[in-house]
């Protein structure tokens, strides 16, 4: 490591001295790393479920993290983009409680959430729906450095929620989620391969553009995902190609490689956007007339969200 100090008029040893002193004790204190346990909360993303709420089945973990289910949903109003839109959403959310080694406050807490978008990546995969964090990371001490016994309190209303809609009975599906020995067991293959944590991580992207609106640069994270999976084990040139067969079969694959690739790299390379983004992401018209670029898209994204997934649970060992 070099440090380069510059000053103006007669040099003077004085003058260095401090700055050396500080470097040094930076440098000593970047070594002293420190551990710090917090807590989080993640769930389903309230805008966006599609198939029902899903509720942790147990209290369980998934590396060095514990999770505990809510014991009730937790209700809150989820804005549209219409003027008047406005629905009453709910969900099951999950805490979560880790730690985080790092040589300050900060760096731990970037840690948790680095661990934290690993982990609503992983269960997004696996539940086929967008989770968030919602609350957190943060350690459970007070401000007098005093622990916090037990888990943070979870309301069962958003603050915003209006009090003539509370207590009506509601009936929604609720699947289980039920984190088995395979799952579990995937978080170390997370935390040591590279290729698919970057995979991951851009999965969950592809998800949160689809959430907003923005199809066309989701089907480019997801066309990512395909063909940065291809890159490791695959020997041919064509990785995308190639990767494509091993998630669909050859016919599939042959089928679908270059529209969707030419679908990515006219948004990647130049920005036009395939699916009704022009139209603030709806269509009115009869299927005949409507816009041949959003029906191919149409036809392309659920193909490309299957191919993504197998391949990703094929290199989690979660087949």
Not at 40 to 59: C, F, H, K, M, Y
Not at 88 to 101: E, K, L, M, Q
Not at 263 to 268: E, F, G, K, P, Q
Request: net charge negative.
């Amino acid at each position: 490591m070099a440090c380069h100090i510059l000053g103006t008029g007669i040099y003077k040893e004085e003058d260095v001295t401090p700055w050396i002193a500080s470097i040094r004790a930076a440098i000593d204190r970047i070594s002293e790393n420190e551990t710090r346990s917090w807590q989080a909360i993640i769930s389903q993303d309230p805008a966006r479920i599609d198939s029902g709420l899903i509720v942790l089945d147990e209290t369980t973990s998934i590396g060095e993290m514990v999770f505990d289910a809510a014991s009730r949903p937790y209700f809150e109003l989820v804005n549209g983009s219409n003027l008047n839109s406005v629905t009453h959403a709910a969900t099951f959310p999950i805490h979560v409680r880790g730690s985080s080694t790092g040589y300050s406050y900060e760096s731990c807490m970037h840690e948790a959430r680095k661990s934290l978008k690993l982990l609503c990546s992983l269960i997004s995969l696996v539940t086929r729906q967008t989770w968030l964090l919602r609350y957190g990371p943060d350690t459970h001490m007070l401000a007098d450095g005093t622990a916090i016994d037990g888990l943070f309190p979870m309301p069962e209303y958003s603050i915003y929620y209006p009090e003539e809609a509370k207590g009506l009975s509601r009936n929604f599906p609720v699947a289980p989620l039920v984190i088995t020995k395979e799952i579990a067991d995937s978080w170390s293959a997370v935390m040591t391969d590279k290729i698919l944590r970057e995979a991951l991580h851009t999965y969950h992207e592809a998800l949160l553009l689809f959430g907003h609106g923005h199809e066309s640069y989701g089907l480019v994270a997801l066309v990512g995902v395909v063909e940065h999976l291809g890159k490791d084990g695959l020997e041919g040139k064509h990785k995308f190609g190639d990767a494509l067969k091993v998630a669909l079969g050859p016919e599939l694959a042959e089928e679908y490689q270059k529209m969707a690739y030419g679908l990515r790299s006219t948004t990647a390379h130049g920005g036009p956007l395939h699916a009704n983004e022009v139209a603030f992401g709806r269509s009115e018209l009869f299927e005949l007339l409507a816009d041949h670029k959003a029906q191919q898209f149409g036809e392309v994204k659920p193909v490309l969200q299957v191919a993504s997934v197998r391949l990703l649970r094929k290199r989690l060992s979660l087949e």
